[in-house]
């Protein structure tokens, strides 16, 4: 049998319940691909699952290992597989039943893309869901066109700087609010107007929009009801916009979650490549230091993404 290094949760709760151990490496399936993970992405959404609030994963499924984007190379694959070969850089958006805080890691052809050339595999790593999460909210749901203007909050965040990027790549015109230390960034990005959201108010200074994309939720969300033109869309990642106030200003709002994709993500690597995007990674942690990455990323201002390093 062989082993490998991973970091699971046997119960819920804090960071404490994160255990480094060796468990059987897994075997690829039928249409399946085994990665030699070489980096794998921290967000929000760990320590969400972490602590149970996250329907995705039950009780039933533990223990579990918790990460949905990583970068390695191909290690092996089950029957099917037809689009990669052992060796092949790539990045993956895993599915909820594969977690990245591992050395090997099972995923399917279609959550992964080849890796960027221009980019190491810990930048690589950084981009999977917090770039199709921005792709998804801005594009297939908010349906952002050329020429339309889009506010986003919450734009130096993992998801928001890239969606910057996404949304000037686009031909839009970009409005975003962040703290006062990240302004001269989120300029850096692209964004046209750049609020500081503790000394001003979004909606005193900015025009009317097509679309929000809202990254923060809560108060944030509710003011944002008012900056939307007619016709236009709220789009959280977070709580379900207020659907009946939608209606009677005449706009749409909606809430998602992103699914894995492929295809976007090779989209994505398409930017990158043309040098149209940029992924700042905060801070980079080994595997073994997964507990104090989560406690980074859920108590700390973080400006980009934050990575953890996996050697073998």
């Known amino acids: 049998m062989s082993v490998m290094k991973a970091v699971r949760i ?11 151990e060796e468990i059987e490496r897994p075997e690829p399936k039928i249409d399946e691909i085994l990665i030699r993970v070489e980096a794998a992405s921290v967000n929000p959404v760990d320590w969400k699952m972490r602590e149970g609030n996250y329907p995705a994963v039950q009780e039933e499924d533990l223990p579990y290992v918790l990460g949905r984007d990583v970068c390695g190379t191909v290690e092996k694959m089950g029957d099917g ?37 221009l980019m190491n595999p810990v930048q690589a790593a950084a981009i999977p869901l917090a770039g199709i999460t921005a792709w998804q909210g801005l594009f297939d749901h908010g349906a952002l066109q050329a020429g339309q203007r889009v506010l986003i909050h919450g734009g130096a965040g993992g998801v928001g700087h890239l969606a910057i990027q996404f949304a000037k790549a ?10 006062s230390a990240d302004m001269d960034f989120a300029r850096s990005l692209g964004a046209d107007q750049v609020i500081d959201y503790k000394s001003e108010r979004f909606e005193d200074a900015i025009e009317p929009v097509d679309m929000v994309f809202d990254l923060i939720a809560g108060e944030t969300q509710d003011r944002s009801f008012g ?6 869309i709220l789009v959280s990642t977070l709580t379900q916009p207020d659907k009946n106030r939608a209606s009677e200003l ?3 709002a909606v809430r998602y979650t992103a699914q894995p994709n492929g295809a976007q993500l090779a989209e994505i690597s398409r930017l990158i490549e043309e040098g149209k995007v940029r992924v700042e990674v905060r801070r980079v942690y080994a595997l073994e230091q997964a507990r104090a990455a989560q406690e980074a990323i859920q108590n700390e201002h973080n400006r980009g993404k934050i990575v953890l390093r996996v050697e073998h």
């Open 250 to 252: 005449g706009i749409r």
């Open 227 to 232: 900056v939307v033109k007619p016709g236009g």
């Open 170 to 179: 686009k031909g839009a015109w970009v409005a975003t609010t962040v703290s």
């Open 10 to 20: 046997h119960a819920f709760g804090g960071p404490e319940v994160l255990r480094l």
């Open 81 to 117: 597989v037809a689009a990669f070969r052992p060796g092949d850089a790539v990045y993956a958006f895993l599915n909820p039943r594969h977690g990245g805080y591992e050395q090997f890691v099972i995923a399917r052809p279609e959550e992964i893309a080849p890796k960027p050339r």
